[in-house]
């Protein structure tokens, strides 16, 4: 709470000299004022990462870390006659998810898989699910899929009237993750049309259309049209990295429902603790975490190479925190056995670096 306080005092501070109708005490308190009464309704949702927050990830990090309202799959993708992979149902059977609120996300631009696999769905007892308009892999949008179905908004709308059609009422439980466009931000604006002609559970926008990916800064004056014009929820996603960026967005924006963390909670795991008032990630927290996650892995994984690629992955995230590490992790990165990334991983967390 006290860091919370700080930095809300520090962020008002610095665009106080922007705001010039309200006195200066005035405007401190009436920016915490908004700061707690956003606390109070916005929903800190985990981001679906491909490859990496599978649902041994989630559980671990819920158990170690917590913070994060909900969790959302890395995408389900359906096949020819509604196939659908062993490993991704694996990842949202409720049992594998117990005490965790997870939302599956589904990656398809059919009507009819769509309304087979809600259906499936909800029959596993999931309160919400996800429809992904944000994928920028050349495989996935060269299908028209994910951030591909953007490119084509009328189909986009058809899309969306036969699967409103054909699930009624139970339709209010989709909830949608969209970039603001395919190559160009100005999208939106055809988008947010479509996207306000239904009853959605919430929109997620991150502010970036495809050929950017994940990198430059996000279209934060696009978002905010997009915001205002909403008749859903809308729920922010795009580089909140620490308590600082969750702030100037949280105060920046009004009645966000939800704040989604992708690539900061890998970073940081504590991060969406951290938000809720909850105390910083120590050294030892992340060891057991780590630790844990190995082990597990090794169980569940076929092979060490699958276990090292894993590790690997997630310490291109946690790198971050390791400035002064650099060369262990350096070495990490390059582990060609899991002997050699333990050796790399064990100087890196018994030296206090974070
Ligand atoms: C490795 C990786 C895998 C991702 N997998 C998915 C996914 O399965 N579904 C999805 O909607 N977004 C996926 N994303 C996008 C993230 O959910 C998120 O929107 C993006 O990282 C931006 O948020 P951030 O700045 O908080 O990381 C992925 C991103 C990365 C980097």
Redesign the pocket.
């Known amino acids: 709470m006290e860091k919370m306080m700080t930095s809300v005092f520090l962020f008002s501070a610095n665009h106080f000299s922007r705001k010039t109708d309200r006195s200066h005490t005035d405007l401190l308190l009436y920016e915490f004022y908004d700061k707690i009464i956003c606390m109070k309704n916005i929903t800190l949702e985990a981001?679906?990462?491909?490859?990496?927050t599978n649902y041994i990830f989630r559980n671990l990090h819920h158990k170690y870390f917590g913070g994060a309202d909900c969790y959302?799959s890395?995408?389900i993708g359906i096949y020819s006659n509604n196939n659908v992979k062993r490993r991704d149902l694996c990842d949202i059977y409720p049992e594998n998810n117990s005490g965790i609120r997870l939302v599956p996300?589904v990656l398809t631009n059919r009507a009819e898989n769509f309304i087979w696999i809600f259906k499936k769905l909800r029959e596993f007892g999931y309160e919400e699910i996800n429809l992904?308009l944000?994928?920028p892999s050349g495989t996935v949008t060269a299908k028209g899929r994910g951030a591909g179905f953007l490119i084509y908004p009328d189909k986009l709308e058809e899309f969306f009237d036969q699967v409103f059609d054909a699930l009624g009422d139970e339709a209010k439980l989709i909830s949608v993750?969209t970039r603001i466009g395919f190559s160009n931000p100005s999208e939106m604006e055809r988008l947010t049309e479509i996207y306000n002609k239904f009853p959605f559970k919430e929109l997620i926008i991150?502010p970036r259309v495809r050929e950017e990916y994940?990198n430059g800064s996000p279209h934060l004056d696009t978002f905010e049209k997009a915001l205002n014009a909403s008749t859903v929820p809308v729920c922010y996603?795009?580089?909140?990295f620490n308590l600082n960026d969750y702030n100037q967005i949280t105060i920046g924006f009004h009645n966000l429902s939800g704040v989604?963390?992708?690539?900061?909670l890998l970073a940081d795991p504590s991060l969406a603790r951290q938000i809720k008032g909850g105390k910083a990630m120590t050294i030892d927290e992340l060891r057991t975490f780590i630790n844990e996650l190995e082990a597990a892995y090794t169980e569940h994984l076929k092979s060490e190479r699958n276990v090292l690629f894993k590790m690997k992955e997630l310490w291109t995230y946690l790198a971050r925190n390791f400035s002064g590490g650099d060369r262990y992790i350096k070495k990490l990165l390059k582990a060609k056995t899991l002997t050699e990334y333990r050796v790399q991983k064990n100087l890196i967390l018994n030296d206090d670096m974070i």
């Not at 996603?237 to 909140?240: L, V």
């Open positions: 981001a679906p990462m491909e490859g990496i959302f890395p995408f996300q992904n944000g994928c993750k991150h994940y996603n795009g580089n909140i989604m963390i992708g690539r900061g």
